[in-house]
């Protein structure tokens, strides 16, 4: 739209396209702050998401990347706020408001765009909910477009929203610190669910890929950690993380085992080519069982920027780009992720915590919450 006026005050059907349009925003990231939570602090052992259909398509990998957040506060409150104040320039009218909405939905319409490359290309992933938001978005975007008054920055408005941005991100700050704090409160509930699910055992073969060992056996630790994971998943990259602050608290009673099960149908035949370069990854990991858990994280460090070529020059360097290019390697890393089967292993990472099956990542005071358990059950036995 060209000229300074508005017709959305005088034609219903776009005023009622864009009020539906923003409560599609305030539904959807209403739902994703829920989530960020729901992952990152949860009141029991396993939370089931309708919105973790793969890894491709899922919301706990979006949740667990570093965008998903500013200081605690998921960055989805943005959405809500600016979906809310769209709504109420639906049934409370101003020209003033509806210049600065407008200029709110062309830059949040660019933010969408952004984070939907960034989402697809760098992380190789795409949360359903985060699309459905950027498609309300648009809309909203391109009804102001068509229909709106011309966008202007208007400082009245303004200050009445970034008081009430405000007031939400500091009470979303106290949110996060509460969440924090009540994690203990539920740790009766993680106990119960934990010792409800059914022991599968460990593994039927020990991995030679170890992240810890206090006992040369891995059987033989108080608590047996087992994971099968990816190289490229964003989860798993933050599980190894949650991993080293661990293995301090429980080094003397912990045996921790990696099995490579890449998303990659190059070596993973239960796998589409989600992440192309996973079973180069595990290859060249593989080549270095001495070294395993300094090159374990070496290469979930380079999780954002790993390439085809940064591989090469890491295994050159390490003197293994023989073996990681050999097909008996290939064999090796396909045997490790066959052991998946025997756990219907569906997505990555899988933990196998003393025979217990748990999809995801647990947040850390969990871990603590449970292993702190199994280690008082087995000093009773003694």
């Known amino acids: 739209m060209t000229n300074n006026e ?59 990347s570093p965008i998903s957040a500013i200081f605690g506060i998921p960055i989805s409150i943005f959405g809500l706020l600016n979906g809310l104040f769209i709504l109420y320039s639906t049934i409370y009218y101003s020209k003033l408001a509806e210049e600065l909405n407008h200029l709110l939905a062309f830059l949040n319409f660019l933010g969408c765009v952004m984070l939907l490359l960034v989402s697809l290309f760098y992380f190789k992933h795409l949360c359903p909910v985060c699309f459905l938001y950027y498609i309300f978005s648009t809309i909203s975007y391109v009804i102001y477009f068509k229909y709106g008054a011309k966008l202007k920055f208007n400082i009245k408005p303004a200050l009445y929203y970034i008081a009430i941005t405000f007031v939400f991100l500091a009470a979303s700050f106290m949110h996060h610190q509460y969440e924090k704090s009540a994690m203990f409160a539920h740790s009766n509930i993680f106990i119960n669910d934990f010792y409800t699910y059914p022991n599968l055992g460990a593994p039927r073969i020990e991995s030679p890929y170890r992240i810890y060992s206090s006992h040369s056996v891995f059987t033989e630790a108080p608590i047996q950690l087992s994971i099968f994971s990816d190289f490229q998943c964003p989860a798993c990259s933050y599980l190894a993380q949650i991993i080293n602050q661990i293995i301090g608290r429980y080094e003397k009673h912990l045996n921790i085992q990696f099995f490579f099960y890449p998303l990659d149908s190059s070596c993973n035949d239960q796998s589409g080519l989600v992440h192309p370069l996973s079973c180069k990854s595990s290859y060249l990991a593989s080549c270095l069982p001495k070294q395993f858990h300094s090159v374990h994280d070496e290469i979930f460090n380079k999780i954002e920027t790993i390439s085809s070529d940064w591989l090469d020059r890491y295994a050159k360097n390490k003197n293994v780009y023989d073996c990681m290019n050999d097909i008996k390697t290939k064999e090796v890393v396909v045997k490790l992720i066959n052991i998946g089967k025997d756990f219907n292993i569906q997505a990555t990472p899988t933990l196998i915590l003393n025979g217990v099956k748990i999809e995801g990542v647990l947040p850390i005071p969990q871990l603590i919450i449970i292993m702190d358990e199994i280690l008082r059950r087995h000093n009773e036995k003694r």
């Not at 005088?10 to 305030?26: D, E, Q, R, Y």
């Not at 209403?30 to 398509?57: D, G, K, M, Q």
């Open 6 to 64: 508005s017709k959305l005050i005088s034609v219903k059907t776009p005023n009622l396209f864009l009020a539906l349009s923003s409560l599609g925003m305030i539904i959807s990231s209403a739902y994703l702050y829920w989530h960020y939570f729901a992952i990152h602090y949860p009141s029991t052992l396993v939370n089931s998401s309708f919105c973790e259909i793969n890894s491709f398509i899922s919301c706990n990998a979006v949740s667990y």
